[in-house]
């Protein structure tokens, strides 16, 4: 009998300028964390899993289901791969309300779908009532909330965290790492984070993947 599916195996190639990236990774956890020093390819990693860039070489699968693969020229577009993404420093539309960040990618849904998504996203990252909020008027933790929420606006079954706690001060990254394994509890979704934080790695993963 075959064994179960993988969550997440990838074999990717790719040179930017003297810089070649060659990673391979298989693996059944659904907490996976890219540990590394900074411009070690992890961020890089990221924006290939999420079809942002494209690998020279090599081939995506998520959950079973081939997302890249540069021998056939199969390569979905971010849209496609059922991915939420989380870049550092959470950039947000500051002439957008918190709402309208959240649902920013459900611009063809019907409003009031997409009224009813925005209230059920905040209350899920502690943020009910935020939605007519701008994200000058926010923190900096209550900003990375609204990125989660964003990122998981989409039906999501992988969630790509680029250190995204990593401009906070020690205490708001304390609590925001506890909410975001409370959030992976209630969500059921898997996510690859990238951190160079050692504590952070190992609070947080099942499976720990060491960049050199």
């Given at each position: 009998m075959a064994g179960p599916v993988a969550m997440l195996q990838v074999r990717i190639q790719k040179q930017l300028g003297s810089f070649a990236l060659d990673v391979e990774l298989h693996t059944d956890a659904r907490r996976v964390v890219l540990f590394g020093p900074s411009g070690s390819g992890k961020s890089l990693t990221l924006q290939c899993l999420a079809g942002l860039m494209r690998a020279d070489h090599g081939v995506i699968s998520i959950d079973g289901q081939t997302v890249f693969d540069a021998g056939s020229g199969l390569d979905l577009p971010p849209q496609g791969r059922g991915i939420g993404y989380v870049p550092q420093g959470a950039p947000l539309f500051p002439h957008l309300r918190v709402a309208d960040n959240v649902t920013y990618g459900l611009r063809r849904t019907p409003a009031g779908a997409r009224r009813a998504r925005t209230d059920e996203l905040l209350e899920l990252v502690h943020l009910p009532g935020y939605g007519g909020?701008?994200?000058?008027?926010?923190?900096?933790?209550?900003?990375?909330?609204?990125?989660?929420?964003?990122?998981?606006?989409?039906?999501?079954?992988?969630?790509?965290?680029?250190?995204?706690?990593?401009?906070?001060?020690?205490?708001?990254?304390?609590?925001?790492?506890?909410?975001?394994?409370?959030?992976?509890?209630?969500v059921d979704v898997s996510w690859v984070f990238v951190t160079h934080d050692l504590e952070e790695a190992y609070m947080l993963a099942e499976d720990i993947a060491v960049y050199e």
């Amino acid at each position: 009998m075959a064994g179960p599916v993988a969550m997440l195996q990838v074999r990717i190639q790719k040179q930017l300028g003297s810089f070649a990236l060659d990673v391979e990774l298989h693996t059944d956890a659904r907490r996976v964390v890219l540990f590394g020093p900074s411009g070690s390819g992890k961020s890089l990693t990221l924006q290939c899993l999420a079809g942002l860039m494209r690998a020279d070489h090599g081939v995506i699968s998520i959950d079973g289901q081939t997302v890249f693969d540069a021998g056939s020229g199969l390569d979905l577009p971010p849209q496609g791969r059922g991915i939420g993404y989380v870049p550092q420093g959470a950039p947000l539309f500051p002439h957008l309300r918190v709402a309208d960040n959240v649902t920013y990618g459900l611009r063809r849904t019907p409003a009031g779908a997409r009224r009813a998504r925005t209230d059920e996203l905040l209350e899920l990252v502690h943020l009910p009532g935020y939605g007519g909020r701008r994200p000058t008027e926010l923190s900096g933790g209550e900003q990375q909330r609204v990125a989660l929420a964003r990122a998981l606006a989409r039906e999501t079954s992988l969630l790509l965290l680029d250190e995204p706690f990593s401009a906070l001060d020690a205490p708001v990254r304390a609590a925001l790492r506890e909410e975001v394994l409370d959030l992976q509890r209630r969500v059921d979704v898997s996510w690859v984070f990238v951190t160079h934080d050692l504590e952070e790695a190992y609070m947080l993963a099942e499976d720990i993947a060491v960049y050199e």
